[in-house]
């Protein structure tokens, strides 16, 4: 009898719910209720504020893609990010006190992200005349990734403000 091996079903990739940080200062400014939201993407109303846990990453895309279609905001993910409290760089800013140049403080901040999410990593890449960093994500996600994607970016940009 041959042996067959069954597929393995891989555990949800996970990421920090600090990215839920600033969620609920976008909703107030847009005048809707999150609970909706958080009930169909299985999330904790806690988990915006306290942000201690890690949160599987589908919940997360279905949270803010579930509040971008409520609540007709198309940039829903960048009026988040733009609402998360300044001291959530306050590691990534200690970085340069101990990093010899801007380009290894960025190396170490990305690093240090890697730590938040399984879902994506960013790569820093340059050549004599150019940087640039790039954003690569670990698997597809089944619904768009639009608010995620928008989201991580202006946290990024934040970030690389706070670095310089």
């Known amino acids: 009898m041959p042996i067959t091996h069954s597929p393995q079903i891989s555990p949800p990739l996970k990421m920090s719910a600090q990215i839920l940080l600033g969620s609920q200062d976008a909703a107030s400014e847009l005048g809707i209720d999150l609970i909706p939201s958080l009930e169909i993407a299985g999330i904790e109303p806690d988990q915006l504020t306290t942000a201690d846990q890690f949160i599987p990453v589908e919940s ?35 970085l ?40 690569k994500t670990n698997v597809r996600l089944p619904e768009s990734t639009r608010q995620l994607t928008t ?14």
């Open 60 to 94: 997360v895309n279905r949270f803010f893609n579930d509040v971008a279609a409520r609540s007709g905001c198309d940039h829903f993910g960048f009026l988040v990010a733009t609402k998360q409290p300044p001291n959530r760089f306050a590691r990534v800013g200690q």
């Open 96 to 135: 340069v006190k101990f990093a010899g140049t801007l380009g290894v403080a960025i190396e170490d901040a990305l690093r240090f992200s890697l730590l938040n999410s399984e879902y994506s990593a960013w790569y820093l890449e340059q050549d004599d005349q150019y940087a640039a960093l790039v954003r």
């Open 151 to 164: 989201l991580a970016v202006t946290l990024v940009y934040k970030a690389l403000h706070a670095l310089s």
